[in-house]
């Protein structure tokens, strides 16, 4: 029976590994006796997290890229693939979110998150999985949210980036499920992270008080998330509230749902 025992002596990619959810499942997947690859935009963080999995007997590499350029996913592969390792797991968690008005926010801002959240991911998901196929082993985590279930007034555009990675995960696990390649859309709601503070969520106090709300540990999300993964369970929410907001899509219309999270959400009320 598949379990996180699986992953042990196995190599784990693990791409925004230097904070938040990042940094809970490379300790989680560490716990679970893998081998590491982090990367990541800031090397000292990284290297921290390294000294104190290294510590504890994993094996760790480190990759320093930034997403946003787009010649990144090809230089991780290099620098892993074309090393010579075996990556096993690949867990798409690199992600970036921007809270305000779509019309007030920077451009670059906003393409920005679709070239993290979505095209990075793509890429680097093209570059690791044909080897997996080819292996009939593999595990793929793309890191989505409860916010890929309904649009998200004032984060417009990372809901929109969150839905695409939902689909594209639940896609990916249906094509590659005859190699034996499990694929899994871990959809977190309100977590302890750096993200309330990086998408200015924290600076507006409407926005701050809803996403102060049930908010859950990066570390049971990771836990919970990894075991999902292990078990090959295509979509994992690791809350009750995150599940009745999914739910909630399926009952409700769409358009009260956008409207009552713009009522919440909008910026300055």
Do not use: N
């Given at each position: 029976?598949?379990?996180?025992?699986?992953?042990?002596?196995?190599?784990?990619?693990v791409t925004g590994a230097s904070a938040g959810i990042g940094v809970?499942?490379?300790?989680?997947?560490?716990?679970?006796?893998?081998?590491?690859?982090?990367?990541?935009?800031?090397?000292?963080?990284?290297?921290?997290?390294?000294?104190?999995?290294?510590a504890q007997g994993t094996e760790v590499r480190l990759v320093t890229a930034d997403l946003t350029d787009r010649a990144a996913p090809r230089a991780i592969y290099e620098a892993t693939?074309?090393?010579?390792?075996e990556v096993d797991i690949l867990i798409n968690n690199a992600g970036l979110g921007h809270f305000g008005a779509f019309v007030s926010l920077e451009l670059e801002q906003e393409l920005s998150q679709i070239r993290v959240n979505c095209e990075g991911m793509v890429h680097l998901s093209r570059l690791f999985v044909p080897a997996m196929v080819e292996r009939r082993r593999g595990w793929v985590m793309v890191v989505a949210s409860v916010a890929s279930f309904q649009p998200v007034p004032f984060l417009t555009t990372y809901a929109a980036t969150k839905g695409f990675d939902r689909f594209f995960a639940l896609g990916?696990?249906?094509?590659?499920?005859?190699?034996?390649?499990?694929?899994s859309a871990l959809c977190p709601?309100?977590?302890?992270?750096?993200?309330?503070?990086?998408?200015?969520?924290?600076?507006d106090p409407n926005?701050?008080?809803?996403g102060m709300r049930h908010r859950q540990s990066a570390e049971e999300v990771a836990r919970i998330g990894v075991a999902g993964l292990a078990r090959g369970k295509r979509t994992v929410i690791p809350t009750g509230s995150g599940t009745i907001s999914a739910l909630a899509v399926r009952f409700l219309p769409?358009?009260?749902?956008?409207?009552?999270?713009?009522?919440?959400?909008?910026?300055?009320?």
């Open positions: 029976m598949a379990s996180v025992t699986d992953f042990a002596g196995k190599w784990a990619l809970a499942l490379a300790r989680e997947l560490a716990r679970c006796g893998a081998k590491l690859i982090l990367t990541a935009r800031r090397t000292e963080r990284l290297q921290a997290l390294a000294a104190e999995l290294r693939v074309g090393a010579g390792l990916l696990a249906e094509e590659v499920a005859p190699f034996g390649v499990k694929v709601g309100p977590t302890e992270s750096e993200f309330f503070v990086v998408s200015k969520v924290e600076k926005a701050r008080a809803m769409v358009g009260a749902i956008t409207w009552l999270v713009a009522k919440t959400m909008r910026p300055g009320k």
